[in-house]
Nanobody
């Protein structure tokens, strides 16, 4: 079955960095767009970033993270990444990786807390 397992979250001070990972299984990872989505405290889901199947055709970001976050993937390892630099308190959220197959699939998420 499809599984998405996120890791790499934690607590950092403003200006810090984290690298999130999402290991995928149960589908042909290299065939699909992959997404990072987050949910801040008391907020709805917010799309953060997307990457094309091969990872070379393009990457896309919500305006609030452009220049600070970098999405990437290693299709040989079935792994999606999100490098987050210059973190701000407003980046505090649970971060999910997401894929749309016949259905929307989500991991359980990883908590990122940015606070001084």
């Amino acid at each position: 079955q499809v599984q998405l397992v996120e890791s790499g979250g934690g607590s950092v001070q403003p200006g810090g960095s984290l690298r999130l990972s999402c290991v995928a299984s149960g589908f042909i990872f290299s065939d699909y767009w992959m997404f990072w989505v987050r949910q801040g405290p008391g907020k709805g889901l917010e799309w953060v970033s997307a990457i094309t199947p091969a990872g070379t055709e393009g990457t896309f970001y919500v305006d609030s993270v452009k220049g600070r976050f970098t999405i990437s993937r290693d299709n040989a390892k079935n792994t999606l990444y999100l490098q987050m630099n210059s973190l701000k308190p407003e980046d505090t959220a649970v971060y999910y990786c997401n894929v749309e197959l016949d259905w929307q699939y989500w991991g359980r998420g990883t908590q990122v807390t940015v606070s001084s």
